[in-house]
């Protein structure tokens, strides 16, 4: 079935929106194994659950969206959004040190 340019806007704005929703998640499994220490049995067995919920929700999203039939935009989509939600942290991540930083030296010269 051909979509209409609109459609598959919205289709690949949707895309890139399950990226970004997919690295937030796995952003928070990494924090959650950083407080919670695991061994590496418990690590992969998370990862094998994690991206196996990850591609029920990824394949719900393309049958919803596409009827079924995989479209290069929406996988395009999907990396676009997992790379700008990992740039996002990594810059917020270098602002927040040099805040840091930046403190440290206030306050040690105060």
């Known amino acids: ?16 929106l399950s990226g970004v929703t997919v690295m937030a998640a796995y952003g928070i499994l990494r924090c959650f194994r950083k407080i919670i220490r695991h061994g590496h049995r418990l690590t992969g067995f998370e990862d094998f659950v994690f991206w196996i919920g990850v591609s029920i929700y990824i394949f719900r999203g393309i049958y919803e969206t596409t009827y079924g039939t995989i479209r290069w935009f929406f996988v395009l989509g999907a990396l676009l959004g997992a790379g700008m939600c990992r740039g996002l942290v990594r810059a917020v991540g270098k602002i927040s040190v040099k805040v840091k930083k930046n403190l440290e030296k206030y306050y040690k010269n105060r």
Request: aromatic share 12%.
């Open 1 to 16: 079935m051909i979509l209409g340019i609109g459609r598959e806007t919205c289709v690949f704005l949707y895309a890139v």
